[in-house]
Nanobody, 125 residues
Framework: QVQLQESGPGLVKPSQTLSLTCTVSGGSITTNYYYWSWIRQPPGKGLEWIGYIPYSGSTYYSPSLKSRTSISRDTSKNQFTLQLSSVTPEDTAVYYC?????????????????WGKGTLVTVSS
């Protein structure tokens, strides 16, 4: 059973960098053909995909957040990390990490099948 757990500060000041870590258990983040995502949900709004880091280690970001986003991984700890710079109160949200994937190297992404419980990050001075 794959489990994901988000961790990081619950309060970040405007203009600072939000940093969250997702710790994965029950499966390796380098296993073919899984993708490890960050997704957020602002209060009263829908889910917003931020980006993912696939098994290969390359990264893909939402165009609207790309200039402020960095996703990396530590394979020795089986963790992947989100950094979102220059945050504003509009970045206040519950942040989730999740696993998705495809059946083949160039196959269609089938969506997320395992999620962390989410962590609320508030951007406020």
């Amino acid at each position: 059973q794959v489990q994901l757990q988000e961790s990081g500060p619950g309060l970040v000041k405007p203009s600072q960098t939000l940093s969250l870590t997702c710790t994965v258990s029950g499966g390796s983040i380098t296993t073919n053909y899984y993708y490890w995502s960050w997704i957020r949900q602002p209060p009263g709004k829908g889910l917003e995909w931020i980006g993912y880091i696939p098994y290969s280690g390359s990264t893909y970001y939402s165009p609207s957040l790309k200039s402020r986003t960095s996703i990396s991984r530590d394979t020795s700890k089986n963790q992947f990390t989100l950094q979102l710079s220059s945050v504003t109160p509009e970045d206040t949200a519950v942040y989730y990490c999740a696993r998705g994937g495809s059946l083949t190297p160039r196959g269609t992404y089938y969506g997320e099948d395992y999620w962390g419980k989410g962590t609320l990050v508030t951007v406020s001075s």
